[in-house]
């Protein structure tokens, strides 16, 4: 079995080095780095989070489905979030709080895709002394198809 692409999940590593609340420009794109869907990832992902659909495992029952083929289950946009963006990225400063996504999906994404991740902050304000930020995120197959995108809110930690 080949190794998945590894990406660093130590969200405290290298923490001083994100961009902080003065960085974040509305408008501004995010860098953002191309990722490479493999089976062990999705693998390591479905055993993560307690998935056991066999779309995402047994390639002779995923052909036998309307997709043909294995694919990720579309939750797994939160890790290609963190896999498709650098370790300074202010998305991954510790303290961040999830205050609400909206997500539309489109098509599925699979093992052998390179993800692509447009994402940038739309708005920032404060309220009740607390940081807020609302991004958007769409993710792209090598195909150019969007496999999602979605509006998110999070509190930024002071």
């Avoid at 405290?12 to 420009?25: F, H, L, N, P, T």
């Avoid at 083929?69 to 979030?81: D, E, R, W």
């Avoid at 202010?90 to 098509?107: D, F, K, L």
């Amino acid at each position: 079995m080949a190794e998945a692409q590894t990406f660093e999940t130590d969200f405290w590593k290298d923490a001083q080095s994100r961009k902080g609340w003065d960085e974040i420009v509305p408008g501004e794109p995010r860098q953002t780095i191309p990722y490479t869907l493999t089976r062990e990832a999705i693998a390591l992902y479905c055993k993560s989070v307690g998935e056991t659909h066999p779309l995402y495992f047994d390639e002779a029952y995923a052909r036998t489905t309307r997709y043909g083929g294995l694919i990720a289950p579309p939750s797994i946009h939160i890790m290609l979030m963190f896999a498709c963006t650098p370790a300074d990225d202010w998305m991954r400063s510790p303290g961040t709080v999830n205050a609400g996504q909206s997500w539309s999906y489109n098509v599925p994404a699979r093992p052998g895709d390179v993800i692509r991740l447009e994402a940038r902050a739309l708005d920032k304000f404060i309220k009740r002394e607390r940081l807020f930020v609302v991004h958007d995120n769409v993710f792209f197959n090598r195909a150019g198809e969007v496999i999602c995108s979605g509006r998110g809110w999070t509190i930024r930690p002071m």
